[in-house]
């Protein structure tokens, strides 16, 4: 085990020596494998952000019945009745007054309010029905809105059933590009690992003629793909730092506009290990592969 461990410590410390005398090369191959990274890593934080969003809104569907201004006192007993059949679970009246009073406090509008003459906001009730299907909300919606004394009628949750189908969309693409990147990265690393092996193809010969194994020559080329990887990881991360700095600004603004608390979040921590750990094990596929196939060049050559 010890003399395992010392070998580990040799092939690291030649990895960081040889990442040291090609700094130039190395900061490049670094930034090439943060840009490659950072797209599918920072679609995945938008998605992220806006799922967040999304979480914010009702779970459960409702429906949005609005009463005629001249509704009769029995036409909102007829109604008030209806809502209390099987298919409702909860139905809630919301009076004019309280809906105005909402509106006015949510959207900051309470100078606009104050102008005016009478209230133009209906008397409303907020359903949910017990069903979730969406051929069931459509049809409850419509026995509602064929009440005498209903106006109209809305699904609220439509708008965000269309969002939510739109992550998924959206997160099945990050997962398809990130599989692209990830080939990107392991074929950046393997030829940056390449050219190693090839300029260093006298050393190799004789470390093979003194018995050296392939797993032996192999082992520091491997510790450099990782560290490579591990640095393009922590470029990617700068790149998303930087891009989020420049877009906060923008963003809590435009929220702001519609009276939201929205902020963009950065990564957790679990994220970061996350992307760190993939960009290592990318650039040492990369290695492996790319060393192994010089390897045998280098063999077949002598």
């Not at 797209?39 to 969003?53: A, I, R, T, W």
């Not at 006192?73 to 809906?99: H, Y």
């Not at 690992?193 to 090839?198: D, E, F, G, P, S």
């Amino acid at each position: 085990m010890i003399g395992w461990l010392r070998h580990q410590k040799h092939a690291l410390t030649a990895a960081l020596r040889r990442l040291r005398s090609q700094a130039f090369t190395t900061l490049l191959t670094a930034l090439a494998m943060g840009v490659a990274i950072s797209l599918p890593s920072g679609l995945y934080l938008v998605l992220g952000n806006l799922s967040g969003l999304a979480g914010d809104l009702p779970a459960q569907p409702e429906i949005s019945v609005y009463l005629d201004a001249g509704v009769s006192t029995v036409q909102k007993q007829a109604i008030a009745a209806r809502l209390k059949q099987p298919d409702i679970a909860e139905a809630r009246f919301v009076p004019r007054d309280e809906a105005l009073a909402a509106l006015s406090a949510a959207q900051d509008l309470s100078d606009i309010t104050a102008g005016l003459t009478q209230n133009p906001l209906p008397d409303a009730w907020v359903v949910r029905p017990r069903a979730s299907s969406r051929e069931e909300l459509a049809r409850v919606a419509g026995d509602l809105g064929k009440l005498a004394g209903v106006a109209e009628t809305h699904l609220d949750s439509q708008w965000a059933d269309r969002l939510q189908t739109a992550l998924a969309i959206g997160r099945t693409g990050v997962w398809l590009l990130g599989g692209l990147f990830a080939i990107a990265l392991v074929a950046i690393s393997g030829n940056a690992i390449r050219a190693q092996v090839l300029a260093r193809r006298d050393e190799i010969l004789v470390s093979r003629l003194i018995g050296a194994t392939d797993r032996h020559i192999r082992r520091p080329f491997l510790y450099v793909g990782a560290l490579q990887g591990l640095l393009g990881g922590l470029a990617a991360g700068g790149v998303l730092v930087a891009a989020g700095g420049v877009l906060r600004a923008p963003v809590d603004r435009l929220a702001g506009l519609y009276g939201s608390a929205f902020h963009l979040l950065p990564p957790t921590a679990l994220e970061v290990a996350i992307v760190l750990g993939l960009t290592t094990l990318f650039g040492w596929l990369g290695a492996w592969f790319s060393v192994t196939r010089a390897l045998h060049q280098v063999e077949s050559a002598r």
